[in-house]
């Protein structure tokens, strides 16, 4: 009786066990499925960023450019005949070049067609020519064709960011002008070098971020080479040789604590204690440097500390068997076994104080800064903070500059992360 009733309850057993298994296999198919569209989601999204940045970001690294065929008349140069270096210094440059733009547009007679003509050639051009004249003083007295960075209007209407006429930012007749020259081969484009070596500057086509760039590596210098030696021996300390106690309990928590704390807390920390306090320049890297390694700290020591506690005591016990001391153990056999894991947390953290913007703002390094700095005291500004400038700027021409500066610090973040994983992969050790 009983195995006729068993045999009649495994045939609903087996049903229902499949049903459920149907449905389990149903539930973990959309669980994958919700997996792969917000992977997707987070992926297309990414994509539309960058692509985003890109379509903005490259043109800034072309500038127009006119050519343009200029006298260089020595009686221009002085009115007594006798061309010293301060004669070539002092000469009206702009000049010369206003008279080779209206050889090349004769159309331009009236006083105020030939204003609206000279705004077609950027203020650089005239600090370029002196530069080159004041380079070879030779050039006094020739002719000689050259390629004259044109202004941001004229740079976005070739770039077809802007047009002429009703609604424009250039007039009607500057747009013939420009069709004009543009048939004859006077305005072209090239890689802008500018972008790459100069500092900032208020006319866009003039703008340059090696200034920041510059202030950038400077702070990651003084960043670094406070972070890493002080997170790398407090964490050698308290996994190492610190007793387990209270103080210990208090230190690793505040630790903890600090690493969540807000940026801009530091960049406080920093004007109330360096500037105001100690009197340390304003706008400097090394401030800046002080400031940045105080917030990467917390992550060096925790990164610094796991890599050490995931070295087996296998290795300790060998080393103290062989009769070497504490120091010796954690010297030349734990800290080389975990420097990849101390060395990737470290230059993840550089990468994140790299990208900050909000401590370097409480100290003044979101000032205008025009010169390249060239030591740790210069005042100076950092790729992040130029970046906010030239957003809050009302020139169309900032729009691809900072959507360029933008794809030069993540392509820094980039390598920095994977700077990160070569050298893990590099260095690491399997037990």
């Known amino acids: 009786m009983n195995n006729i009733e068993i045999d009649r309850l495994t045939p609903l057993a087996e049903s229902i066990a499949k049903a459920r298994r149907k449905k389990r296999y149903a539930a973990e198919r959309r669980f994958r499925l919700y997996g792969i569209i917000s992977i997707s989601v987070a992926v297309a999204a990414l994509c ?6 890109l379509i903005k970001g490259l043109p800034a690294f072309y500038q127009t450019q006119l050519t343009l065929t200029v006298e260089l008349n020595k009686e221009d140069f002085s009115d007594n005949g006798k061309i010293d270096a301060t004669a070539i210094e002092e000469a009206n440059y ?9 050889t090349a547009v004769p159309s331009a007679q009236s006083r105020l067609d030939k204003r609206s003509l000279y705004r077609l050639l950027s203020n650089g051009a005239a600090f370029n020519l002196q530069q080159r004249v004041m ?3 030779s050039l006094v007295g020739k002719t000689l064709t050259l390629d004259a960075i044109a202004s941001d209007d004229l740079d976005q209407y ?3 960011h802007i047009g ?6 250039l007039s009607k ?5 420009i069709e004009k020259l543009q048939k004859e081969g006077v305005i072209k484009s090239s890689l802008s070098t500018d972008f790459f070596v100069a500092g900032d500057s208020r006319e866009p086509e003039l703008a340059g971020i090696w200034g920041a760039l510059a202030g950038s590596l400077l702070t990651m210098f003084i960043t670094l080479l406070l972070s890493f030696p002080l997170g790398v021996a407090a964490a050698m300390y308290l996994e190492e040789f610190a007793k387990k106690n209270r103080w210990t309990d208090l230190i690793e928590v505040n630790i903890n604590n600090l690493a969540a704390v807000p940026s801009i807390v530091f960049g406080l920390l920093g004007l109330a204690v360096f500037l105001s306090f100690f ?7 090394l401030v800046g440097g002080i400031v940045l390694a105080l917030m990467t700290l917390p992550t060096v020591i925790i990164a610094s500390r796991a890599a050490l506690g995931s070295v087996p005591p296998s290795i300790r016990e060998a080393a103290f068997g062989m009769g070497a001391s504490p120091m010796q153990v954690v010297l030349h056999h734990v800290f080389p076994l975990a420097f990849p894991g101390i060395l990737t947390g470290t230059i993840i953290g550089a990468a994140r104080a790299l990208g900050e913007t909000a401590p370097l703002l409480m100290i003044g390094m979101v000032a205008f800064i025009v010169d390249i700095p060239s030591s740790i005291t210069d005042p100076a500004t950092v790729l992040p903070v130029q970046i906010f400038l030239w957003a809050d700027s009302p020139e169309k021409a900032f729009v691809e500059r900072t959507a360029a500066a933008t794809l030069i610090l993540l392509a820094f973040l980039i390598s920095m992360n994977l700077a990160a994983v070569i050298l893990r992969k590099r260095f690491e050790r399997r037990w």
């Open 48 to 53: 539309i960023l960058l692509l985003s940045m």
């Open 94 to 102: 702009a000049v010369f070049l206003r008279r080779a733009l209206r």
């Open 135 to 137: 380079a070879d003083p």
């Open 158 to 160: 070739i770039k077809g």
């Open 164 to 169: 002429s006429g009703t609604g424009g930012r």
């Open 173 to 177: 007749k500057q747009g013939i002008w």
């Open 279 to 285: 009197g340390l320049p304003r706008s400097a890297p």
